[in-house]
């Protein structure tokens, strides 16, 4: 069984960072591309960013050039490191495994598993 935990969401001010982890049990993480996404209260789950199986990147308009993106193989982990949050940021975070395409995909519909999610809470 598949499982994805989320960690390390929070309560920030504007302009803090937060790194979220996710701890994957799967027996072959270097193959999955992994994403992340997020859903704030009353809108629809957004594509934030995802790594191939090769350490490709690709990231939303929205949070590009201060989110990042990273795999550890060994970890069985993938991290997302939030610099310069804006209150726009305050959602659940939910991490994704993708082992059908590799690719760093970003429709939600390319992932075949999914985590239960963590707060990220924004101040202004």
């Known amino acids: 069984q598949v499982h994805l935990v989320e960690s390390g969401g929070g309560l920030v001010q504007a302009g803090e960072s937060l790194r979220l982890s996710c701890a994957a049990s799967l027996r072959t993480f270097s193959t999955y591309a992994m994403g992340w996404f997020r859903q704030a209260p009353g809108k629809e789950r957004e594509f934030v960013a995802a790594?191939?199986?090769?350490?490709?990147?690709v990231y939303a308009d929205s949070v590009k050039g201060r989110f990042t993106i990273s795999r550890d193989n060994a970890k069985n982990t993938v991290y997302l490191q939030m610099n310069s949050l804006k209150p726009e940021d305050t959602a659940v975070y939910y991490c994704?495994?993708?082992?059908?395409?590799?690719?760093?995909?970003?429709?939600?519909?390319?992932?075949?598993?999914w985590g239960q999610g963590t707060q990220v809470t924004v101040s202004s």
């Open positions: 994704a495994a993708d082992a059908r395409f590799g690719a760093a995909r970003r429709s939600s519909s390319s992932y075949e598993y």
């Open positions: 790594v191939s199986n090769a350490y490709s990147t």
